[in-house]
């Protein structure tokens, strides 16, 4: 019995970490899929001086969701 409960309690944290790891995944793509039309429209180097404010927003959802 306690090797039974033991094996699902090892797939449950395993569960719990792809699912972890979705909503980061998930998270990120939000914040892409909101600014995509925004990317289209900017060069590289536009892009490269706004990543810096979406990284602090990528970093609050982030903070938000696992904190």
């Known amino acids: 019995m306690d090797n039974n409960k033991t094996s699902i309690e ?3 944290k395993k569960l ?3 699912f972890n790891t979705l ?4 998270s990120n793509f939000l914040v892409l899929a909101l600014d995509s039309s925004t990317f289209k429209k900017k060069t590289n180097d ?4 706004i990543m810096p404010q979406i990284n602090e ?3 609050s959802i982030h903070e938000n969701i696992y904190d």
């Open 23 to 26: 909503n980061k995944i998930m």
């Open 46 to 49: 536009e892009i490269k001086k």
């Open 16 to 18: 719990n970490s792809n």
């Open 10 to 12: 090892t797939e449950l």
């Open 57 to 59: 927003t990528l970093k």
